[in-house]
């Protein structure tokens, strides 16, 4: 009980924080809106593979700007404060809690904006959407223990992104692939196992966090 109470307040603290600095909540927003409408622009309505793939492309980079700033907005005092009130296991559980959230509302703003002006070509778009949430957690808890690693470094964001792109890059073929189901009426063989897949990798993405960030914590 105490772990759940400990876990709560940190969480309340991310939301609190990104509740009032708003201008990087709506830095994000505004991401997602010009860059649909330049799409829409160039493109119109694409077909549903071109769809399908700048859907993702969009999620990847607004999942860097949104999740990167949880670990790179701590300071090292600020750091040493959390060191002496929470365990390390707490404070990343729920850091990833806070940014798979952030990327659950975020998606669904994405999927708003993109339906409204390039269309909606899905056939089953309730399978599209929970496929879109799964991803969206993927990507948060990638990208979350990755920006925890950068912290350390000098040039963090660079960091982030030479180490995230690399391992991100098959887990976006894979979510392409499962999302491209939901724009045709049968669902493909083997779908249900890619499904299996992601939350495999969620699970060994939140067991490396688990044992991982202790050492950087005591670091």
């Not at 600095?21 to 829409?40: D, E, K, N, P, W």
């Not at 180490?163 to 098959?170: A, D, E, K, N, V």
């Amino acid at each position: 009980m105490n772990n759940f109470r400990l876990i709560s307040a940190l969480l309340k603290k991310d939301i609190l924080l990104e509740t009032r600095q708003q201008y990087s909540f709506y830095g994000v927003l505004l991401y997602i809106a010009s860059s649909t409408f330049v799409v829409y622009l160039t493109m119109g309505q694409p077909e549903e593979k071109v769809w399908n793939g700048l859907f993702w492309v969009l999620q990847l980079f607004i999942c860097i700007n949104a999740v990167a700033k949880s670990f790179l907005q701590e300071n090292r005092g600020r750091m040493l404060y959390y060191y002496s009130l929470s365990s390390p296991i707490h404070f990343v559980l729920a850091k990833l809690l806070f940014n798979a959230i952030l990327m659950l509302f975020m998606t669904l703003i994405s999927i708003g904006i993109f339906s409204l002006l390039l269309g909606n070509p899905t056939v089953r778009f309730i399978e599209f959407i929970l496929v879109s949430l799964l991803g969206g957690i993927s990507l948060s808890m990638v990208f979350t223990f990755l920006a925890a690693i950068a912290a350390k470094a000098q040039q963090q964001a660079a960091m982030m992104a030479i180490m995230g792109f690399p391992i991100i890059i098959p887990q976006l073929l894979l979510l392409m692939k499962v999302s491209g189901a939901a724009f045709t009426s049968a669902i493909q063989n083997g779908w249900w196992q890619m499904v299996a897949m992601l939350f495999v990798l969620d699970l060994l993405v939140l067991a490396l966090a688990v044992i991982l960030f202790p050492f950087l914590w005591r670091d």
